[in-house]
C-alpha cells in the first residue's frame, strides 16, 4: 500500500500497468499461499529439525508447493483465475486514485521534507492524521468496489482443491457467485478484509508518527520507518486476511468450502474463533524457507 500522494493520470497509469504485470509473474505463489491460507495441505508433512535442534513436523515451502502443483496439473493451473485477480487489482487501483485525487492535499509535507524548523508539533500531527484518512478513505472504496472479484479471484484458485471448472473467467465467474449466493455473495468475508485494510493503515501511521518524532526526523529516516512500519503493521493484521479468505469460501459449492477441507462457518468471528483454538490463523506467514505443522504440535 503506498501513501496516496497526488500523481498525474499518465503516471499512475504507467504504475498500474507494471504492477499488474508483476501480479501476473509471481500469480502462481499469490495461488500456492492462498491455498494455504485456505488450509489445503497436498504433501503429507515429514520430521525434521529446526534451526535450534527441535524436531518438527515440516511442511513444503512456497516454492515446492507451486512446484507440486505444476507437476500435478500443468503450468496452466498454476495460472487459473489469473485474469480475475489482475482485473480485482486494476479496479481497486482505479477507485483508490478517485477517493483520494478528490481531496485536498497537504502543503505541511513539502515543510516537513525540507526539515523547516518552523513545523510545530501541531502541524506534524494533523499533516499525520490527514494522511491517515485520505489513506483510509482510499483504501475503504478501493476494498468495497473490488471486493466481488476478490470472491471471484479466491474462489478461482480454491477450484484448485476439488478439481472443479464452475468459476471460469471475470463475467463468468460473476454469473456464478450471483447464481449461487445471490447479492451477498459479492461480499462474503468484506468485514475482516476492510478491518484489516483500516487496521493496517492506523498501526502503519501511528508507529511512523512515533518514530519521526520521538527518534529522527530526517527525510530519509522517516522513509525507512514507514517502510519497516508497514511490515509490522501487515504482519498484525494477516490472521484477519486469513478470516476473509476462509469466509469467501465457507459453505458455497466448492470442495474447498465444505468438510472435511473447511468447517461452514456461520459468521467470521466463528471463523476466526475455530482457526484461533486450532492455531491456523497465521498460516500462510511464512511460507519462504520452512513451515511447521502448528496442528501437530498441541
Same mark, same amino acid.
Not at 52 to 59: I, N, P
Not at 120 to 129: A, G, M, S
Not at 268 to 285: M, V
Given at each position: 500500500?503506498?501513501?496516496?500522494?497526488?500523481?498525474?493520470?499518465?503516471?499512475?497509469?504507467?504504475?498500474?500497468?507494471?504492477?499488474?504485470?508483476?501480479?501476473?509473474?509471481?500469480?502462481?505463489?499469490?495461488?500456492?499461499?492462498?491455498?494455504?491460507?485456505?488450509?489445503?495441505?497436498?504433501?503429507?508433512?515429514?520430521?525434521?529439525?529446526?534451526?535450534?535442534?527441535?524436531?518438527?513436523?515440516?511442511?513444503?515451502?512456497?516454492?515446492?508447493?507451486?512446484?507440486?502443483?505444476?507437476?500435478?496439473?500443468?503450468?496452466?493451473?498454476?495460472?487459473?483465475?489469473?485474469?480475475?485477480?489482475?482485473?480485482?487489482?486494476?479496479?481497486?487501483?482505479?477507485?483508490?486514485?478517485?477517493?483520494?485525487?478528490?481531496?485536498?492535499?497537504?502543503?505541511?509535507?513539502?515543510?516537513?521534507?525540507?526539515?523547516?524548523?518552523?513545523?510545530?508539533?501541531?502541524?506534524?500531527?494533523?499533516?499525520?492524521?490527514?494522511?491517515?484518512?485520505? /489513506?483510509? *478513505?482510499?483504501?475503504?472504496?478501493?476494498?468495497?468496489? $473490488?471486493?466481488?472479484?476478490? %470472491?471471484?479471484? @479466491?474462489?478461482?484458485? +480454491?477450484?484448485?482443491?476439488?478439481?472443479?471448472?464452475?468459476?471460469?473467467?471475470?463475467?463468468?465467474?460473476?454469473?456464478?457467485?450471483?447464481?449461487?449466493?445471490?447479492?451477498?455473495?459479492?461480499?462474503?468475508?468484506?468485514?475482516?478484509?476492510?478491518?484489516?485494510?483500516?487496521?493496517?493503515?492506523?498501526?502503519?501511521?501511528?508507529?511512523?508518527?512515533?518514530?519521526?518524532?520521538?527518534?529522527?526526523?530526517?527525510?530519509?529516516?522517516?522513509?525507512?520507518?514507514?517502510?519497516?512500519?508497514?511490515?509490522? /503493521?501487515? *504482519?498484525?493484521?494477516?490472521?484477519?486476511?486469513?478470516? $476473509?479468505?476462509?469466509?469467501? %469460501?465457507?459453505? @458455497?459449492?466448492?470442495? +474447498?468450502?465444505?468438510?472435511?477441507?473447511?468447517?461452514?462457518?456461520?459468521?467470521?468471528?466463528?471463523?476466526?474463533?475455530?482457526?484461533?483454538?486450532?492455531?491456523?490463523?497465521?498460516?500462510?506467514?511464512?511460507?519462504?524457507?520452512?513451515?511447521?505443522?502448528?496442528?501437530?504440535?498441541?
Amino acid at each position: 500500500m503506498d501513501r496516496p500522494p497526488s500523481r498525474p493520470a499518465d503516471t499512475f497509469v504507467m504504475q498500474m500497468g507494471l504492477r499488474s504485470f508483476a501480479q501476473f509473474v509471481f500469480y502462481p505463489f499469490e495461488l500456492g499461499r492462498t491455498l494455504i491460507q485456505l488450509g489445503y495441505e497436498p504433501i503429507a508433512p515429514w520430521p525434521g529439525k529446526t534451526w535450534s535442534g527441535q524436531t518438527k513436523m515440516m511442511l513444503p515451502n512456497i516454492f515446492q508447493y507451486v512446484g507440486f502443483m505444476k507437476a500435478r496439473d500443468g503450468t496452466n493451473v498454476i495460472y487459473s483465475g489469473v485474469k480475475v485477480r489482475i482485473f480485482e487489482h486494476i479496479v481497486g487501483q482505479c477507485a483508490y486514485y478517485l477517493a483520494t485525487d478528490s481531496l485536498p492535499t497537504s502543503d505541511i509535507e513539502m515543510k516537513i521534507d525540507e526539515g523547516k524548523e518552523n513545523v510545530t508539533e501541531e502541524e506534524r500531527r494533523q499533516w499525520y492524521l490527514d494522511e491517515f484518512v485520505k /489513506a483510509a *478513505t482510499g483504501r475503504t472504496c478501493a476494498v468495497i468496489f $473490488s471486493h466481488p472479484f476478490h %470472491v471471484c479471484a @479466491v474462489r478461482c484458485m +480454491a477450484q484448485f482443491i476439488g478439481q472443479e471448472t464452475k468459476y471460469v473467467g471475470i463475467f463468468g465467474s460473476i454469473r456464478e457467485l450471483y447464481r449461487e449466493n445471490g447479492v451477498s455473495g459479492f461480499f462474503s468475508g468484506l468485514v475482516p478484509r476492510l478491518l484489516a485494510e483500516i487496521c493496517q493503515l492506523a498501526i502503519w501511521h501511528s508507529l511512523t508518527f512515533a518514530l519521526t518524532t520521538y527518534v529522527s526526523r530526517e527525510k530519509e529516516h522517516r522513509d525507512i520507518f514507514s517502510t519497516l512500519m508497514g511490515f509490522v /503493521a501487515s *504482519t498484525c493484521t494477516y490472521p484477519l486476511l486469513v478470516v $476473509s479468505n476462509c469466509m469467501c %469460501v465457507s459453505g @458455497v459449492g466448492l470442495a +474447498a468450502g465444505q468438510p472435511p477441507n473447511m468447517r461452514v462457518y456461520s459468521s467470521w468471528i466463528d471463523c476466526w474463533k475455530h482457526l484461533a483454538a486450532e492455531d491456523q490463523l497465521w498460516r500462510g506467514s511464512s511460507i519462504l524457507l520452512w513451515r511447521y505443522d502448528t496442528r501437530r504440535l498441541k
